[in-house]
């Protein structure tokens, strides 16, 4: 009889955690689902737990985890900026020495071991759309930087555990993505602007709206993971994981509010300290060594995150008009 793969997910609570949980039992695996719900939560895997092979576990990878698994997705760390932001010495702990555990916990049990990193680590860059082989244009001292340098950090540590130690890894650069149970006051442009439409409440836009930004489906997103761990052993990344196509910030307004039939107007707000102009990947690698490409249309995307906000707040009936979420379009 074949045995199952254990397979670690730390942040297995969050957004993209909870959807790769989803589809890791589907293949079969035992899950080990790792979260201390600073921004996750137990709702999002409430519908697993009842699966014998699926494991919740209450724990902060910035602290080491005794376990026995075959693989393991490191995803645990804040990813919006208010969040982020909101403790960032917790964030570069959580990148780094949440990456040193994980690291060390793949390294003592042999385990492979993909370290979810992101588009940030190009800051604001200065070639578009960005390639592998671009080393970015990051502030090392500004209030994004707790998480960029965290996760640079995390891909330096993953690299240098592999030429010591000869560990088998994989960086993924995770570029924005967008779904069901993403939270709806974490600030990320998608979810901020469902909100705000399904609330009939103004649509902000920091800025005039021009800079662009590609959006990721999440079930693309977690294809590519599973299909990056599956590698053979030479493929390491850092591999660029999203969607190539861009659209402007009110392209993107102007669609949820066609989308949701709101009565919602576009206002602009002065855009933030190092919001960048423009963040699109160059996914040529990962069509090549993946044989993968996001397939789901962006309007497609938003339908089905627009029906989970839309039940989240009560449903159509139950939208009242509430202060607005003032958050960046990060
Ligand atoms: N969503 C995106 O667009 C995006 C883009 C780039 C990179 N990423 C990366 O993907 C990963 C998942 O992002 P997400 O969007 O699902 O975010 P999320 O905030 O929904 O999920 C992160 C999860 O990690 C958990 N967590 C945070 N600190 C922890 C700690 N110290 N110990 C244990 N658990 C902890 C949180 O409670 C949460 O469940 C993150 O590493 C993020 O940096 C996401």
């Known amino acids: 009889m074949l045995r199952e793969c254990r397979t670690l997910v730390t942040g ?13 039992l589907e293949r079969g695996d035992h899950v080990i ?17 009842s699966n014998p092979r699926f494991e919740l576990m209450r724990h902060d990878i ?38 040193i555990n994980t690291l060390g916990l793949a390294k003592r049990v042999r385990a492979q071991i993909l370290q979810a990193s992101t588009s940030e680590v190009y ?14 244009n990051v502030n090392p001292i500004g209030l994004r930087s707790c998480y960029d340098e965290g996760k640079r950090c995390a891909e330096t540590l993953s690299f240098d555990y592999r030429r010591q130690h000869n560990l088998r890894i994989k960086v993924a650069r995770i570029f924005n993505t967008y779904g069901p149970r993403m ?3 974490d600030g990320r442009v998608v979810s901020n602007f469902i ?34 761990m599956a590698t053979p052993d030479d493929v390491t990344g850092p591999l660029n994981l999203g969607n190539p196509e861009e659209f402007t910030i009110r392209e993107l307004a102007e669609t949820v509010i066609a989308l949701t039939g709101s ?11 190092d919001d960048p102009r423009q963040r699109c990947p160059d996914i040529s690698k990962a069509q090549k060594l993946l044989g993968w490409s996001p397939k789901v249309r962006l309007r497609d995307g ?24 003032v958050f960046a379009n990060g």
């Open 12 to 24: 297995g609570a969050g957004f993209i955690g909870s959807h790769l949980c989803e589809c890791l």
């Open 195 to 228: 909100v705000q439409a399904l609330r009939n409440q103004s649509i902000t836009i920091y800025g005039d709206g021009h800079q662009t930004r590609s959006f990721c489906y999440v079930e693309d997103l977690v294809k590519a993971l599973l299909l990056l």
């Open 263 to 273: 009565s919602s107007t576009i206002v602009h707000l002065p855009l933030p300290a």
């Open 123 to 136: 800051g604001d860059p200065h070639v578009h759309p960005q390639p592998e082989d671009y080393w970015g």
């Open 33 to 49: 689902c790792v979260d201390n719900f600073y921004t996750g939560t137990r709702r999002n895997v409430h519908h697993l737990l």
């Open 183 to 185: 939270r709806p006051d």
């Open 62 to 99: 910035c602290f080491p985890l005794y376990i026995e698994v075959d693989e393991i997705f490191n995803l645990a760390c804040p990813a919006s900026p208010i969040h982020y932001q909101c403790d960032p010495v917790q964030t570069i702990k959580t990148s780094v020495h949440g990456a």
């Open 302 to 325: 938003l339908m089905k995150a627009i029906e989970y906000f839309d039940q989240l707040l009560g449903g159509k009936k139950a939208r009242i008009a509430r202060p607005s979420w």
